[in-house]
Protein backbone atom coordinates (compact mmCIF):
# COMPACT_ATOMS: atom_id res chain seq x y z
CA UNK A 1 0.00 0.00 0.00
CA UNK A 2 1.19 3.27 -0.80
CA UNK A 3 1.08 6.44 1.80
CA UNK A 4 2.70 9.63 2.05
CA UNK A 5 3.37 11.27 5.37
CA UNK A 6 3.78 15.17 6.03
CA UNK A 7 6.07 15.21 9.31
CA UNK A 8 5.10 18.62 9.90
CA UNK A 9 1.37 20.45 10.61
CA UNK A 10 2.53 24.02 10.95
CA UNK A 11 5.95 25.22 10.03
CA UNK A 12 7.02 28.99 11.33
CA UNK A 13 10.06 30.81 9.36
CA UNK A 14 11.29 34.48 9.54
CA UNK A 15 11.27 36.49 6.15
CA UNK A 16 14.09 35.86 4.47
CA UNK A 17 15.49 32.51 6.47
CA UNK A 18 15.57 28.94 4.07
CA UNK A 19 12.20 26.83 4.17
CA UNK A 20 11.90 23.39 4.36
CA UNK A 21 8.78 21.07 4.22
CA UNK A 22 9.09 17.14 5.10
CA UNK A 23 7.53 14.72 3.30
CA UNK A 24 8.09 10.75 3.45
CA UNK A 25 6.51 8.31 0.84
CA UNK A 26 5.63 4.46 1.08
CA UNK A 27 5.24 2.81 -2.38
CA UNK A 28 5.87 -0.82 -4.03
CA UNK A 29 6.17 1.25 -6.94
CA UNK A 30 8.15 3.91 -8.57
CA UNK A 31 5.96 6.85 -7.40
CA UNK A 32 5.34 10.13 -9.25
CA UNK A 33 5.69 12.72 -6.49
CA UNK A 34 4.22 16.17 -6.27
CA UNK A 35 4.03 19.52 -4.17
CA UNK A 36 0.73 21.68 -4.40
CA UNK A 37 0.26 24.95 -2.73
CA UNK A 38 -3.80 26.06 -1.44
CA UNK A 39 -3.41 29.35 -0.84
CA UNK A 40 -6.41 31.20 1.97
CA UNK A 41 -9.62 30.28 -0.36
CA UNK A 42 -7.39 29.01 -3.34
CA UNK A 43 -7.72 26.06 -5.47
CA UNK A 44 -4.71 23.30 -5.35
CA UNK A 45 -1.91 24.89 -7.38
CA UNK A 46 1.38 22.76 -8.55
CA UNK A 47 4.25 23.53 -6.84
CA UNK A 48 6.91 20.86 -9.03
CA UNK A 49 6.88 17.28 -9.75
CA UNK A 50 9.03 14.62 -9.62
CA UNK A 51 8.64 11.91 -12.62
CA UNK A 52 11.93 9.89 -12.26
CA UNK A 53 14.11 12.39 -14.31
CA UNK A 54 16.06 14.40 -12.28
CA UNK A 55 16.25 14.20 -8.50
CA UNK A 56 16.61 17.64 -8.01
CA UNK A 57 13.44 19.45 -9.10
CA UNK A 58 12.95 22.98 -9.68
CA UNK A 59 9.72 24.50 -9.34
CA UNK A 60 7.75 27.43 -9.18
CA UNK A 61 8.71 30.66 -6.67
CA UNK A 62 11.70 29.28 -5.74
CA UNK A 63 11.00 26.54 -4.26
CA UNK A 64 12.57 23.02 -5.10
CA UNK A 65 12.30 19.60 -4.04
CA UNK A 66 14.65 16.84 -3.88
CA UNK A 67 13.71 12.90 -4.42
CA UNK A 68 15.89 10.85 -1.95
CA UNK A 69 14.80 6.63 -2.70
CA UNK A 70 17.18 5.69 0.16
CA UNK A 71 15.46 7.98 2.68
CA UNK A 72 12.32 7.73 0.72
CA UNK A 73 12.10 11.23 0.79
CA UNK A 74 10.90 14.39 -0.98
CA UNK A 75 11.51 17.50 0.72
CA UNK A 76 10.47 21.02 -0.32
CA UNK A 77 12.80 23.76 0.29
CA UNK A 78 13.26 27.28 -0.20
CA UNK A 79 16.48 28.91 0.30
CA UNK A 80 15.03 32.30 1.34
CA UNK A 81 11.12 32.73 2.85
CA UNK A 82 8.53 35.50 1.52
CA UNK A 83 5.45 36.61 3.14
CA UNK A 84 3.77 35.43 -0.23
CA UNK A 85 4.68 32.00 0.64
CA UNK A 86 2.41 31.60 3.88
CA UNK A 87 -0.34 28.86 2.67
CA UNK A 88 -0.46 25.36 3.21
CA UNK A 89 1.62 22.89 1.32
CA UNK A 90 0.90 19.55 0.24
CA UNK A 91 2.75 16.67 -0.69
CA UNK A 92 1.38 13.97 -3.23
CA UNK A 93 2.33 10.33 -4.45
CA UNK A 94 0.56 9.27 -7.64
CA UNK A 95 1.37 5.52 -9.10
CA UNK A 96 1.19 3.53 -12.36
CA UNK A 97 -0.58 0.95 -10.41
CA UNK A 98 -3.66 3.16 -9.56
CA UNK A 99 -2.89 6.31 -10.93
CA UNK A 100 -6.45 7.85 -10.33
CA UNK A 101 -5.76 7.58 -6.67
CA UNK A 102 -4.02 10.02 -5.93
CA UNK A 103 -2.54 10.43 -2.28
CA UNK A 104 -2.49 14.06 -0.46
CA UNK A 105 -0.33 14.64 2.60
CA UNK A 106 -2.36 16.14 5.25
CA UNK A 107 -0.67 19.32 4.76
CA UNK A 108 2.01 21.41 6.17
CA UNK A 109 0.51 25.32 7.58
CA UNK A 110 3.91 27.78 6.59
CA UNK A 111 3.44 30.57 8.46
CA UNK A 112 5.98 33.61 7.83
CA UNK A 113 7.30 36.11 10.19
CA UNK A 114 8.23 39.52 9.52
CA UNK B 1 -2.52 29.71 -18.96
CA UNK B 2 -5.68 27.52 -19.57
CA UNK B 3 -7.57 26.35 -15.91
CA UNK B 4 -10.18 24.56 -13.90
CA UNK B 5 -13.02 26.24 -13.63
CA UNK B 6 -15.81 25.85 -10.96
CA UNK B 7 -18.84 27.29 -9.87
CA UNK B 8 -20.33 28.15 -7.57
CA UNK B 9 -17.59 29.45 -5.14
CA UNK B 10 -19.76 28.91 -2.37
CA UNK B 11 -22.92 27.02 -1.88
CA UNK B 12 -25.25 27.32 0.91
CA UNK B 13 -27.55 24.12 1.36
CA UNK B 14 -30.24 22.53 3.33
CA UNK B 15 -29.53 19.20 4.88
CA UNK B 16 -31.83 16.88 1.82
CA UNK B 17 -31.82 18.94 -0.85
CA UNK B 18 -29.88 18.57 -4.13
CA UNK B 19 -26.72 20.56 -5.12
CA UNK B 20 -24.73 20.38 -8.27
CA UNK B 21 -21.45 21.45 -8.93
CA UNK B 22 -20.05 22.51 -11.71
CA UNK B 23 -16.84 21.95 -13.02
CA UNK B 24 -15.46 23.54 -16.50
CA UNK B 25 -11.50 21.66 -17.16
CA UNK B 26 -8.86 22.10 -19.60
CA UNK B 27 -10.35 21.71 -23.16
CA UNK B 28 -7.64 19.13 -24.24
CA UNK B 29 -7.59 17.36 -20.78
CA UNK B 30 -9.40 13.86 -21.21
CA UNK B 31 -9.39 12.47 -17.67
CA UNK B 32 -11.90 14.68 -14.81
CA UNK B 33 -11.75 14.17 -11.40
CA UNK B 34 -13.52 15.05 -8.32
CA UNK B 35 -11.68 15.49 -4.46
CA UNK B 36 -13.33 16.76 -1.65
CA UNK B 37 -11.41 18.47 1.84
CA UNK B 38 -13.66 18.36 4.85
CA UNK B 39 -12.02 21.27 6.91
CA UNK B 40 -9.17 20.58 8.74
CA UNK B 41 -8.66 16.94 7.27
CA UNK B 42 -7.31 15.57 4.30
CA UNK B 43 -7.85 15.96 0.80
CA UNK B 44 -9.50 12.68 -0.08
CA UNK B 45 -10.35 10.84 -3.79
CA UNK B 46 -13.88 10.71 -4.68
CA UNK B 47 -14.13 9.80 -8.36
CA UNK B 48 -11.89 9.55 -11.53
CA UNK B 49 -13.65 9.90 -15.44
CA UNK B 50 -12.67 9.14 -18.90
CA UNK B 51 -14.62 8.64 -22.09
CA UNK B 52 -18.23 9.13 -20.31
CA UNK B 53 -17.77 6.96 -17.87
CA UNK B 54 -16.55 6.79 -14.04
CA UNK B 55 -13.08 4.91 -13.76
CA UNK B 56 -12.18 4.74 -10.26
CA UNK B 57 -14.37 5.85 -7.19
CA UNK B 58 -13.88 5.89 -3.50
CA UNK B 59 -15.82 4.12 -0.65
CA UNK B 60 -16.80 7.97 -0.25
CA UNK B 61 -18.39 7.79 -3.43
CA UNK B 62 -21.55 5.84 -2.65
CA UNK B 63 -24.88 6.08 -4.35
CA UNK B 64 -25.57 9.72 -3.23
CA UNK B 65 -23.22 10.58 -5.85
CA UNK B 66 -22.65 11.25 -9.20
CA UNK B 67 -20.82 12.28 -11.99
CA UNK B 68 -21.82 13.45 -15.49
CA UNK B 69 -20.31 15.47 -18.62
CA UNK B 70 -23.23 16.77 -20.29
CA UNK B 71 -22.10 18.52 -22.96
CA UNK B 72 -18.93 17.90 -23.58
CA UNK B 73 -17.38 21.23 -21.18
CA UNK B 74 -18.49 20.86 -18.41
CA UNK B 75 -18.37 17.87 -15.54
CA UNK B 76 -20.51 17.79 -12.95
CA UNK B 77 -21.25 16.00 -9.47
CA UNK B 78 -24.19 15.97 -7.54
CA UNK B 79 -25.42 15.20 -4.05
CA UNK B 80 -28.74 13.75 -4.05
CA UNK B 81 -29.47 14.46 -0.60
CA UNK B 82 -27.09 16.44 1.15
CA UNK B 83 -26.19 15.27 5.07
CA UNK B 84 -24.09 17.62 7.44
CA UNK B 85 -21.01 15.86 6.64
CA UNK B 86 -21.31 16.59 3.05
CA UNK B 87 -19.99 20.19 4.09
CA UNK B 88 -16.50 20.47 2.60
CA UNK B 89 -14.29 21.96 -0.20
CA UNK B 90 -15.05 20.08 -3.33
CA UNK B 91 -12.26 20.10 -6.02
CA UNK B 92 -12.78 19.42 -9.51
CA UNK B 93 -9.25 18.56 -11.38
CA UNK B 94 -8.27 17.03 -15.11
CA UNK B 95 -5.53 16.20 -16.58
CA UNK B 96 -4.72 15.16 -19.84
CA UNK B 97 -3.59 12.05 -19.18
CA UNK B 98 -3.70 9.38 -16.45
CA UNK B 99 -0.91 7.50 -16.04
CA UNK B 100 1.96 9.69 -16.62
CA UNK B 101 3.68 11.48 -14.09
CA UNK B 102 4.04 14.30 -16.80
CA UNK B 103 0.60 14.97 -16.61
CA UNK B 104 -0.27 16.59 -13.12
CA UNK B 105 -3.13 17.17 -12.07
CA UNK B 106 -4.98 20.85 -12.47
CA UNK B 107 -6.98 21.66 -9.30
CA UNK B 108 -9.57 24.55 -9.67
CA UNK B 109 -10.03 26.77 -7.53
CA UNK B 110 -12.91 24.86 -5.75
CA UNK B 111 -16.88 24.63 -3.93
CA UNK B 112 -17.18 25.31 -0.58
CA UNK B 113 -20.34 23.54 0.43
CA UNK B 114 -22.34 23.97 3.19
CA UNK B 115 -25.06 21.76 4.41
CA UNK B 116 -27.18 23.62 7.22
Known amino acids: AQSVTQLDSHVSVSEGTPVLLRCNYSSSYSPSLFWYVQHPNKGLQLLLKYTSAATLVKGINGFEAEFKKSETSFHLTKPSAHMSDAAEYFC????????????FGSGTRLSIRP | EPEVTQTPSHQVTQMGQEVILRCVPISNHLYFYWYRQILGQKVEFLVS????????KSEIFDDQFSVERPDGSNFTLKIRSTKLEDSAMYFC??????????????FGNGTRLTVT
Open chain 1, 92 to 103: VVSLYSSASKII
Open chain 2, 49 to 56: FYNNEISE
Open chain 2, 93 to 106: ASSLRPRDGNSPLH
